[in-house]
């Protein structure tokens, strides 16, 4: 039988072959593709302390409920005229931001009801290739080996978002969907309790490493192919770390203001290719990560 598309590469094999079922069916969490704003001013929902995935974008800021996305985990926006898919999976704390398929005019993403190393696995449409989404590299299908472009989320609460940012527009619980909005299935992230208050790990991950609690927040930081942690808690607490990775000198530092960490080039002062992770599933996909600043 001929077939046209390509062989998974040689280091994604191991991920290929440890797609676990996650529960629902594809696209049976369903990612929203046409979100509903609303500005800051007129906003009912969330409360000030609720968390808020933030981005700045091309000059605009907008604010994501993480109250909204646990029930949805993608949506497939357009922000300053460009496409992103604004992500986010409960079971290992990512939130990551995708600005588009190199050589690719369609940027749209589902979720594949299936998990990698306990991560959402995206598909992507047409061409139907996974996507981890920490990896954000496909995995399977036509794209395999094939690395998306991020762009960082602010982690933080609504109202010191909102302050910081007040000609933001915030997401609606208008999805076109009904869901218990305001609710967590999983717990409450925000205050630390349910499944983000134990070690306990839902679904099977191919590396495990306890040199942290499986669940501490760390930073993890990609550049040069190589990869470094650092837990959220050492940032704030120091103000600021410096560390290179790949070559790449970078600096992570505490926003006070919106009580969160972000991570720049030391450069240029851009973001670098960040995400705040849960450490067991950052170190599943990168087991040779260097871990910073150890408590």
Request: a negative charge; aromatic letters at 10%; one cysteine or more.
């Amino acid at each position: 039988m001929c077939n046209d598309e390509p062989p998974v590469p040689p280091e994604l094999s191991d991920l290929a072959g440890a797609i676990t079922p996650g529960g629902p069916g594809i696209d049976g969490i369903p990612p929203i593709d046409q979100p509903r704003f609303v500005a800051a001013s007129d906003a009912t929902f969330p409360r000030d302390d609720d968390i808020v995935f933030g981005l700045e974008l091309g000059g605009e800021h907008r604010a994501y409920p993480q109250l909204v996305l646990v029930w949805h985990e993608i949506f497939n926006d357009t922000v300053a005229g460009r496409p992103i898919s604004v992500t986010y999976c409960p079971l290992t704390g990512t939130a990551v931001g995708f600005t588009g398929i190199p050589g690719e005019d369609v940027v749209s993403f589902g979720t594949s009801g299936n998990l990698v190393n306990s991560n959402l696995l995206m598909y992507d449409r047409p061409a139907g290739s996974r996507w981890p989404q920490i990896l954000g590299t496909a995995i399977t299908g036509k794209l395999a080996g094939t690395v998306l472009p991020t762009h960082p989320l602010v982690w933080t609460t609504w109202g010191r978002w909102r302050a910081q940012h007040p000609d933001t527009v915030v997401l609606t619980t208008d999805t076109g969907a009904l869901r218990n909005y305001g609710s967590d299935p999983y717990g409450s992230y925000r205050d630390q309790s349910g499944y983000y208050a134990d070690d306990a790990v839902m679904f099977r991950t191919l590396h495990f490493d306890d040199s942290l609690s499986a669940k501490s927040v760390v930073l993890g930081v990609r550049a040069g192919g190589e990869t470094a942690a650092i837990p959220k808690d050492v940032v704030r607490d120091r103000g600021t770390v410096d560390l290179e990775v790949g070559g790449q000198h970078c600096t992570a530092s505490w926003d006070a203001a919106l009580e969160t960490a972000r991570v720049v080039r030391a450069d240029t002062g851009e973001p670098a290719d960040y995400m705040e992770a849960m450490w067991f599933a950052w170190v599943a996909f990168y087991p040779r990560t260097t871990l910073l600043e150890r408590r």
